[in-house]
T-cell receptor, first 112, second 114 residues
Framework: AQKVTQAQTEISVVEKEDVTLDCVYE???????LFWYKQPPSGELVFLIR??????QNEISGRYSWNFQKSTSSFNFTITASQVVDSAVYFC?????????FGKGTRLSVIA | EAGVAQSPRYKIIEKRQSVAFWCNPI?????LYWYQQILGQGPKLLIQ????????DSQLPKDRFSAERLKGVDSTLKIQPAKLEDSAVYLC????????????FGSGTRLTVV
């Protein structure tokens, strides 16, 4: 069965600090897809990244970077030089070519 | 490209009343999902449609929840009668397909049952 664990419930950092959000997943399939979504206070889920199980290359997009390690079943998300606008709840999700299964989310608060 | 539209944005009802939510997906997206997000938790799938057919409704409490997507475009989710534990945000999402395709989510309907 699919499962996503985000062990960090809440994280608080001071602006300009780097922060890493952890995501550990469980799946029996060899083909699967991992996602990160951002949920700002407005409530809408905003797509950040998708990664398939055959592509373990790390990805960088501006201040955001993702580290995918199949050996540890982890797909961690790092924000460099955090900003107040990064404050939101971040969700990791998994799909085995099935509907997305979400973790419980990590609430990030960036303090000015 | 227009996003996923949902209405109403907020709804407050008394327990045992009925309520309906509406969703209009992105044009051309054959797959539509309804998720329930209880405060402090991640979204949980209620039902998945492919065009106007149900693909997965295994987690839909069918004694009180119903959903339809009659013409394969917009969809309605209904709760009758509502319970206090139905208080949540109901999110609609659409996609070209599963897996490889990311979902686009609407802003959600925040339901409070009192």
């Amino acid at each position: 069965a699919q499962k996503v664990t985000q062990a960090q419930t809440e994280i608080s950092v001071v602006e300009k600090e780097d922060v890493t959000l952890d995501c550990v997943y469980e799946t029996r399939d060899t083909t699967y897809y991992l996602f990160w979504y951002k949920q700002p206070p407005s409530g809408e889920l905003v797509f950040l990244i998708r990664r398939n199980s055959f592509d373990e290359q790390n990805e960088i997009s501006g201040r955001y970077s993702w580290n995918f390690q199949k050996s540890t079943s982890s797909f961690n998300f790092t924000i460099t030089a955090s900003q107040v606008v990064d404050s939101a709840v971040y969700f990791c999700a998994l799909s085995e070519d099935t509907p997305l299964v979400f973790g419980k989310g990590t609430r990030l608060s960036v303090i000015a | 490209e227009a996003g996923v539209a949902q209405s109403p944005r907020y709804k407050i009802i008394e327990k045992r009343q009925s309520v309906a939510f509406w969703c209009n997906p992105i044009s051309g997206h054959a797959t539509l999902y309804w998720y329930q997000q209880i405060l402090g938790q991640g979204p949980k799938l209620l039902i998945q449609f492919q065009n106007n057919g149900v693909v997965d409704d295994s987690q839909l409490p069918k004694d009180r929840f119903s959903a339809e997507r009659l013409k394969g475009v917009d969809s309605t989710l209904k709760i009758q009668p509502a319970k206090l534990e139905d208080s949540a945000v109901y999110l609609c999402a659409s996609s070209r397909g599963q897996g490889f395709y990311g979902y686009t989510f609407g802003s959600g309907t925040r339901l409070t049952v009192v």
